[in-house]
Each structure stands twice: as structure tokens, then as C-alpha cells.
């Protein structure tokens, strides 16, 4: 019912830019939080970014200051805007679309920051 397709994920450079989109429907994006969540090795799943239309956007502690998420009703998406990405943002990301007590999950997207 609710799908999640995740792209843009990769291998980058540190320093380097990196957007991820997460594509689903418009009922979705219109009254879904929406968001991204990343795991790596030997870490729990952690907070990226989540937002609503009509609603407030929350970042974790790690995505501060060079993250940015944004939806785009007319794409149906949810984009994450990574920048200046480093070692430590190393994981694979999840989209979420989230309502009440209910959570959806993309299958995830490998993100890796290496020289």
C-alpha cells in the first residue's frame, strides 16, 4: 500500500555532495511525516531528517548545518541534500513515511564517503 522507491545512493568522495530521493504517492507526501534514517555497522538506526507539509522538519545532530530535507509535491518525493559528506556518514539510509503510530521503510540505500 504505501511504497517507498529510493535513489541516488553511491560512492562519493569527503567533501563531496550527494542527494537522495525517496518516491512514493501523492496521499503519501501530503500527510505522511516524511524522512531519513541511516544505519552503520555496529550502530543503531538513527535520526537523519523528517518533515510534513504543513507541519515542523527535525534534524539529527549529524545532519546539521550540511543537510537539507525538502519535499517536492509535484515529483511526490522526499530528497535529503547531503553536503560536505564524511567518513562517518558512512551507512545505509532508509526513507520513512510515518503517520500516528504507523512506519513505513524503504529497503535502503548504501551511502559510502571514501577516498
Known amino acids: 500500500q504505501v511504497q517507498l522507491v529510493e535513489s541516488g545512493g553511491g560512492v562519493v568522495q569527503p567533501g563531496w555532495s550527494l542527494t537522495l530521493s525517496c518516491t512514493t504517492s501523492?496521499?503519501?507526501?501530503?500527510?505522511?511525516?516524511m524522512g531519513w534514517y541511516r544505519q552503520a555497522p555496529e550502530r543503531q538506526r538513527e535520526l537523519v531528517a523528517t518533515?510534513?507539509?504543513?507541519?515542523?522538519?527535525k534534524y539529527g545532530a549529524s545532519a546539521k548545518g550540511r543537510f537539507t530535507i525538502s519535499i517536492d509535491q509535484s515529483k511526490k518525493a522526499v530528497l535529503l541534500q547531503m553536503n560536505d559528506l564524511k567518513h562517518e556518514d558512512t551507512a545505509v539510509y532508509y526513507c520513512?513515511?510515518?503517520?500516528?503510530?504507523?512506519?513505513?521503510w524503504g529497503r535502503g540505500l548504501q551511502v559510502t564517503v571514501s577516498a
Open positions: 520513512n513515511a510515518g503517520r500516528g503510530f504507523l512506519r513505513n
Open positions: 501523492s496521499d503519501i507526501v501530503n500527510l505522511y511525516v
Open positions: 518533515t510534513k507539509i504543513g507541519g515542523s522538519t
